[in-house]
């Protein structure tokens, strides 16, 4: 019965495994970064930076179909190129970066939708979305797995800037000039791992996976490393259940993978050691002189 239930599908079907093994390449890579977008209080642009890409995307389906490179191509000059002009005018005007970034989400997501309706179907609208995990081929899952490893060996890099930046942002610019360089490093990875996660979950879904095992940790930890560790075992954890209730109960993937972390994310905040609703409910130890 568990291996019916917890194992059969993975073993019996190579789209079951390839959607597995996606969504584990997507823990690894994303999780970490919207541990840092949260820290920073940036998680929603996030969010903006994932519909962002949407209008690069459908570009590089109207020019090519579905290319795989063409679209994640066009989303990553799409992404680099919004971050770049909300810092611009974040720094010419004064709107400020969140704000133009908002204005940026919601005009790229009306010129995205308008792009794929032009030349594509419902279907094709419905993929770009909400993503089709379970259609991942090998140069997708390539894809997924060298921007996952590229975004660890560049937080590695960079590492102790972002900290820094995160807790005393006037102390880093007093002792270093490190700082914008690995800013802008760091939007980077943002838009890398939201075309990764694009290519599996949608533009609606991607910041999901980022996002949501992200805060979750927040519950469990306070130490950054932990913090960072929870989130991908939450991440990896959300892949493989989600991918499991949608194919016993024929729901779609993306959305059920992202529902699962939602409530891993509901449960921390009832039950989660730091802050948790039941724990702030406790009685506490008042402290002693």
């Known amino acids: 019965m568990l291996y019916t239930t917890l194992i059969a599908p993975f073993a019996e079907f190579e789209f079951m495994r390839r959607a597995l093994v996606g969504s584990f390449a997507l823990a690894l890579g994303a999780p ?43 989303g990553l000059i799409a992404g680099f190129v919004v971050a770049f002009a909300a810092g611009l005018i974040a720094r010419a005007t004064p709107v400020k970066e969140d704000a133009s970034l908002a204005a940026f989400f919601l005009i790229s997501l009306a010129l995205g939708v308008t792009i794929v309706s032009v030349k594509g179907s419902n279907i094709d609208l419905m993929n770009f979305l909400f ?61 890398m791992n939201l075309v990764g996660g694009f290519q599996a979950l949608g533009t609606l879904l991607a910041v999901g996976i980022m996002m949501l095992p992200a805060v979750t940790s927040r519950f469990w930890a306070r130490d950054l490393s932990t913090m960072i560790a929870v989130a991908i075992a939450g991440a990896a954890i959300s892949g493989y259940a989600g991918l499991l209730v949608s194919y016993h109960a024929n729901l779609p ?37």
């Open 131 to 191: 993503g089709s995990v379970l259609a991942i081929d090998d140069p997708t899952l390539l894809l997924i797995a060298s921007i996952a490893s590229a975004s660890l060996i560049v937080l590695a890099v960079i590492w102790r800037p972002l900290v820094l930046e995160c807790v005393d942002p006037g102390f880093l610019r007093s002792v270093s000039r490190t700082g914008g360089p690995a800013h802008l490093a760091f939007l980077a990875l943002v838009v």
């Open 32 to 74: 970490p970064v919207g541990v840092f977008l949260m820290l920073r209080r940036m998680s929603l642009i996030g969010d903006a930076m994932a519909h962002a890409i949407l209008p690069g995307a459908a570009i590089g389906f109207l020019i090519a179909g579905l290319n795989l490179f063409a679209m994640a191509g066009g």
């Open 253 to 289: 993937s993306g959305p059920v993978i992202i529902l699962v972390a939602g409530v891993l994310y509901a449960l921390s905040v009832l039950f989660g050691p730091f802050g948790g609703l039941l724990w702030r409910a406790l009685p506490q130890r008042h402290l002693e002189a």
